[in-house]
C-alpha cells in the first residue's frame, strides 16, 4: 500500500475517534456545557488539529450528529432474513437501545436548542427520509406510493415522540413502549392498506 492511502485511512480512523468522543461529550452534558477545550483534552489532541479536521464547535456538533444519525439508522437495522413482524421487533428494540444510551443528546436533538439550527435539521429530516425508503423497500413498495409513504413517515413521527415521553418520564416500561410502536405499527399499515387497496392487494402476495 503506498504512504497516501495509508495516511489516509489513518486520518479517516482518527477523525472517526473523534466523532465518537464528541458523541459520549455531548451524551454527559449538554452543547453548551462542552468547549473545544474539553474536546481538545478529552481527545489528546491540540485545538488546532480539531479546527483541522472540523473548522468550528458547531461544525464538530454538526458532524458528530450525523454520525450519530448513522448509527442509530444502523442499529435499528435488522436480519432482512428475519420475517416481517421479527424484524419490524428487532428493529425497534435496535432503535430504543440507542435513544436509551443517548438520552441526553437525542432529547436536546429533537426538542430543542442547537437541533433546531438548519443543518442539523437536515440531518435529522434526512435520517427520518432514510428510515421511510427502507420500511417501504422492506414492504416491496419500490415504486411511488403517496399513502404508503405519509403512513410511515407519520409512523416515524410516532416511534420519535414515544421515544422522547419514554426517556423523559420514565413513567412506563421499556416493554410498553416497545408493544405500543409495534402494534401502532400494524395498525398504520393497516389503514395505509384500507386507503390504497392497489398497493394492499400487492403486499398481500409478497
Do not use: C, N
Not at 12 to 40: C, K, N, P
Not at 85 to 108: K, M, N, Q, T, W
Amino acid at each position: 500500500m503506498s504512504v497516501v492511502p495509508r495516511q489516509r485511512l489513518q486520518l479517516d480512523a482518527r477523525r472517526a475517534q473523534l466523532l465518537e468522543l464528541g458523541l459520549r461529550l455531548f451524551t454527559e452534558r449538554s452543547y453548551d456545557g462542552v468547549s473545544i477545550d474539553d474536546i481538545a483534552d478529552a481527545g489528546g489532541v491540540s485545538k488546532g488539529l480539531l479546527y483541522h479536521y472540523f473548522g468550528s464547535k458547531r461544525a464538530f456538533y454538526v458532524a458528530t450528529v450525523r454520525a450519530a444519525a448513522a448509527q442509530l439508522h444502523q442499529r435499528a437495522e435488522a436480519d432482512p432474513a428475519l420475517p416481517p413482524d421479527a424484524r419490524a421487533v428487532a428493529g425497534i428494540a435496535g432503535y430504543l437501545d440507542f435513544v436509551e444510551e443517548h438520552a441526553g443528546p437525542y432529547a436536546a436533538l429533537l426538542r430543542s436548542g442547537v437541533g433546531h439550527d438548519a443543518e442539523v435539521a437536515s440531518v435529522v429530516e434526512e435520517t427520518r427520509q432514510a428510515f421511510v425508503d427502507r420500511m417501504l423497500g422492506h414492504l416491496g413498495l419500490s415504486t411511488p406510493r403517496p399513502v404508503f409513504r405519509f403512513a410511515v413517515r407519520s409512523w416515524i413521527g410516532l416511534v420519535e415522540a414515544a421515544s422522547l415521553e419514554w426517556i423523559e418520564r420514565r413513567e412506563v416500561g421499556r416493554d410498553v413502549v416497545e408493544r405500543t410502536l409495534l402494534e401502532s405499527l400494524h395498525a398504520t399499515l393497516a389503514i395505509a392498506v384500507r386507503l390504497d387497496p392497489d398497493a394492499g392487494v400487492a403486499l398481500a402476495g409478497r
